[in-house]
């Protein structure tokens, strides 16, 4: 669904060149977890900001649905970014005096009903009832990231960019994170950036990079490493149904 060709994304400083990416090849498949995953430095929000349009490449391209970003108008590509992707960073960047349902809906490419109504549905899911007339100064830093996942996914984005979404949290409350955003899985693909490789057991498939270069790429058993099996995606998809997670029954229904 979105491919990087040879990308390389370089900062120019005194002495001369840093390649923070180095002709990277990505492939992100239609409803994945990917895994990106390396210490710090290796270029792995580069690589991010690289995927997702936020800079473009120096060397190299992406494309989304076919589609190359180099060829794209500078307009296009906004488009692009606030239509179909979603965007989770280590800080949640939420706004101090909107309330946490305003929060959600900030990033609504409509304010209409539906949009309120899934707001609504995404805040049940993320168990925030109690909070949805909060401000973020009155959540917990884990309950702050929800919102920001809510707002990531308030337009059913086809890929959630995650970077370092669980630095700033404890272990505990950053598998939270990680297990509400991965069932998003199969509804949208979502590309998790973390340093913390134990963040991505429920990965699909993990990318390691080391200084701007990609290493190795892994498939792993991911949503269901923990049983050990290995299941279609079909069967997939019916038991994040069962879950009954991020997406309306009628939304389902329709996507069948
Ligand atoms: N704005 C910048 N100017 C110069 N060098 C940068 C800049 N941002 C990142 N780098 C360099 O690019 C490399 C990759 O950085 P980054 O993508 O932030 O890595 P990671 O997210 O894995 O920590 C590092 O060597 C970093 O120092
Ligand atoms: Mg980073």
Known sequence: MLQTNDVSLIYRNGEGVTYAVKKANVTVNKGEFLGLVGPSGSGKSSLL?????????????????????????????IDLRRKRYGFIFQQHFLINYLSVFENIMVGALE??????????????????????????????IGQRQRVAIARALINEPAIVFADEPTAALDQTTGHQVVDLL??????????FVTHDPEMLSKADRVIR????????EEKQNGAHSRE??????????????????MISNEKRNGNR
């Not at 899934?118 to 909060?134: D, F």
């Not at 990079?209 to 190795?216: K, N």
């Not at 050990?228 to 997670?245: C, F, P, T």
């Open 49 to 77: 900001y690289l995927m997702s349009g936020l800079k473009d490449a120096n060397e190299g391209d992406v494309t989304f649905e076919g589609n190359s970003y180099q060829a794209m108008q500078n307009g296009k590509l």
């Open 228 to 245: 050990g099996e290995i299941v279609s995606e079909e069967k997939r998809n019916g038991s994040h149904a069962r879950e009954g997670v």
């Open 209 to 216: 990079m080391r200084d701007g270069e990609i290493v190795s």
């Open 182 to 191: 991965a069932q998003y899985r199969g509804h949208g693909s979502i590309v």
């Open 111 to 140: 304010q209409a009903a539906p949009a309120r109504k899934r707001a609504n549905e995404l805040i049940a899911e993320l168990g925030l009832e109690k909070q949805s007339n909060r401000l973020p100064w009155q959540l917990s």
